[in-house]
């Protein structure tokens, strides 16, 4: 039987995982590359991290390398195919930023490869890929074309 203060550290633990919001998360690996993962592809999601874009936007440097990791995201939001492309071609991202996605090789992953099919060029050059590899060789500009998942 739980004592009381076992059955209140429970209900806490509870109430916290209940309060837990899905988000991105952003790292930089020691080569430089920027990476972003989501946890999934929806529209309060994108947001916060569109939002976290602007705010660092004029802080992008030249020849940017970015690791966008939509692996076991799900499938795109109604906004990220609607309005995302829209809102990326508002921002300020130097022409020479490389932009390398990693998507799952299921149906999910196609809808998300079509969705950033639609992205703006204005955000640089991009490509997606299935597995960290052969993205992150790209990125470096270590590889050829074959890797991709296009």
């Given amino acids: 039987m739980m004592s009381p203060n076992e059955k209140e550290s429970s209900a806490i633990l509870s109430l916290k995982e209940l309060l837990k919001r899905p988000t991105f998360h952003m790292h930089t690996r020691p080569d430089g590359i920027i990476v972003y993962q989501f946890d999934n592809l929806s529209r309060e999601v ?29 499938p795109p939001s109604r906004f990220m195919i609607d309005r995302l492309p829209a809102v990326m071609g508002e921002m300020n991202i130097p022409e020479d930023t490389w932009s390398a996605f990693l998507v799952s090789d299921d149906l999910n992953g196609r809808f998300t490869r079509n969705a950033l099919d639609r992205l703006p060029i204005t955000i640089g050059k991009t490509k997606s890929f299935l597995n960290l590899a052969p993205a992150v060789r790209w990125l470096l500009g270590n590889s050829d074309t074959e890797d991709s998942a296009e």
Avoid: C, H, N
């Avoid at 916060?48 to 992008?60: A, G, I, N, P, S």
């Avoid at 440097?61 to 692996?71: A, N, T």
């Fill in 46 to 74: 994108l947001i916060q991290w569109v939002d976290f874009l602007r705010t660092v936007e004029d802080k992008l440097k030249p020849s940017q390398r970015i690791l966008y990791d939509f692996r076991g995201a799900g």
